[in-house]
């Protein structure tokens, strides 16, 4: 059984303002903790992109047995005497046909690729290096013992742990769990994920009527599938607090968490805010980001809710620095950082002090460049960006050639 969260979880320390982006990463950090449950489950490819609740450790021994790297000749390798010149024994020792019997010293034996090692022999020489004649072979003695042979448990020994808990498999993963007998393990349920937008100005699309497209739900819906998580649909609710309560009521009974858009600032339509206030527990947290406004952290009977920005930019955004790696917490996997490298600027910008910024960025001939607006309400930015340039808090001017760092999008799995 998982424990509900503290209530204040997500409190700031008194006193607060403007939270620096690495103060909010850390206190997210502190406070959430795996919620989502644990299954048996086959390690078959429906396992690859879940996470480990419990480490695996390997059943058997891989390879399990020493076995030929190559096609040719086994013997042993103490047994050479100067130049290879040994009897050839009748029979051979192919993949899933060991020979049956054991070498003598001076003898070896015909042997194919993924063949056991017959009992005697502990080296293979490369039937492109040998001389068949009379009985005999003949070849250049190869240099060590062991030469063109796999030892048993070279890969895997049975009892080691071949992966951590929280990690994500891959699909090497289930390679390399199955090569070392492993047949079922223990997942965490996937992160059940509410995604709702809030809004009265909200229209569907293929409306003909006045109103603003809900962009941010399929955006919401789809990053959260591809940043591993299950995904669950709530649609939209308008601006009237039953219709935001009946959504959390929803979120709470089917999800694991709940990301809304909209609302979230403190004005008279902001109910997602306003609820959780006054039925929740929230913390309007005022983060020193660019773009992104106040991000509202609260929880729903015992479900976190974090509670976007409206515009789309910057729900994406916080999306991806603040709520991934929470979900990742909630979900097992621990704290995951984005992947990130310092790459040469392609552009130049004068930034003010005081807040973090994420500019919509991508490669081109080595260089970063950025989307020619930073206009919080262009979304074709978002579609254009492959990446985010992460600029740092001070003030700074980037000159072309100055090292920025760059967060590609394929490193959050978009
Ligand atoms: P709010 O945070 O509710 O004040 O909304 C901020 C801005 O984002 C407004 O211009 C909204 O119309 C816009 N917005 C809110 N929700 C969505 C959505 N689901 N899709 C596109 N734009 C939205
Ligand atoms: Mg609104």
Known sequence: MVERLPDDCFALPP???????DDALA???TALRP???????????????????RPVTALRDNPPAANSAVDGYAFAHASLSGAGDLTLREGRAAAGHPFPGTLDPGEALRILTGADLPAGADTVVLQEDVTLAGGRIRFPPPRKPGANSRPRGEDARAGDQVFPKGRRLTPADLARGVAAGVAEVSLHKPLRVAVLSTGDELIQPGSTGH????????????????LGFRAIDL?????????????????AAEADALITTGGASTGDEDHVSRLLTREGHVTTWRIAVKPGRPLALGQWRGVPVFGLPGNPVAAFVCALIFVRPALGLLAGEGWVEPEAFQIPAGFEKSKKPGRRE??????????????????????????????LVDLPEPGLTVRPGDLVRYLPFSGFGL
């Open 35 to 53: 919620v989502a449950g644990e299954e048996i489950v086959p390690l078959t490819r429906e396992a690859a992109g879940r996470i480990l609740a």
């Open 358 to 387: 994420f500019l919509r960025a991508r490669i081109r001939d080595g260089r970063a460049e950025i989307f020619h607006s930073e206009g919080s309400g262009l979304v074709g930015g978002l579609s254009w960006a492959e990446g």
């Open 235 to 251: 649609g939209v609710a308008r601006d009237r607090e039953d219709a935001v309560r009946q959504a959390f009521d929803r979120a």
């Open 15 to 21: 006193g607060v303002d403007w939270t620096p982006v």
């Open 27 to 29: 206190l997210l950090r």
């Open 211 to 226: 109103g603003i497209f809900d962009a941010n739900r399929p955006m919401l819906l789809a990053l959260t599938e591809r």
